[in-house]
T-cell receptor, first 112, second 111 residues
């Protein structure tokens, strides 16, 4: 079964700073997901990527399939970016891509 | 566009009482459906998933069950709640791309 590790567990930044959150996994995958969980609990899918890089606004996600590693970057961070960021990967290389294993999340706090 | 609904939003139930949480999806056909639980301070745990009406796969043995009576309806149930069932329950759906989209969640407190 895939093991997922995220770092850091907690991150506090000043508004405007560049943020990086890392995710490593143990078993080869077809795609990796980055999710954002707001303080109220709601979860939003930010990215699903299988190679290279994706960009959406101030968010950039990269993945290195050979190294089994992905990063989520936030440029010009803002207090509204404060949330828990979660990466998720398929649970096993032979199992369905529908079944995901989730990282423990990174709690990001951006101070004004 | 697709939307996913869950209700109730919050629920407080005594130990031993039954449970029924409902999830419905609009704007898509034959979605894959999922129930997740997030215990306090813990990560997301997949409880059940369904690839079609009446087809349920269970990931974790427990006193919960799931049913899919219609294509876009997914129900999570229990006959007798335990204290350990407290948590935040999320329903999600996915289509052919396997990207998952989450509902607003139900916060369950078992007393």
């Amino acid at each position: 079964k895939n093991e997922v590790e995220q770092s850091p567990q907690n991150l506090t930044a000043q508004e405007g700073e560049f943020i990086t959150i890392n995710c490593s996994y143990s078993v080869g995958i077809s795609a990796l997901h980055w999710l954002q969980q707001h303080p109220g609990g709601g979860i939003v899918s930010l990215f699903m990527l299988s190679s290279g890089k994706k960009k959406h606004g101030r968010l950039i996600a990269t993945i290195n399939i050979q190294e089994k590693h992905s990063s989520l970057h936030i440029t010009a961070s803002h207090p509204r970016d404060s949330a828990v960021y979660i990466c998720a990967v398929p649970s096993s290389i032979t199992g369905s891509a529908r079944q995901l294993t989730f990282g423990s999340g990174t709690q990001l706090t951006v101070l004004p | 566009s697709q939307t996913i609904h869950q209700w109730p939003a919050t629920l407080v139930q005594p130990v031993g009482s039954p449970l029924s949480l409902e999830c419905t999806v609009e704007g898509t056909s034959n979605p894959n459906l999922y129930w997740y639980r997030q215990a306090a301070g813990r990560g997301l745990q997949l409880l059940f998933y369904s690839v079609g009406i009446g087809q349920i796969s269970s990931e974790v043995p427990q006193n919960l069950s799931a049913s899919r009576p219609q294509d876009r309806q997914f129900i999570l149930s229990s006959k007798k709640l335990l204290l350990s069932d407290s948590g935040f329950y999320l329903c999600a759906w996915s289509g052919p791309t396997n990207e998952q989209f989450f509902g607003p969640g139900t916060r369950l407190t078992v007393l």
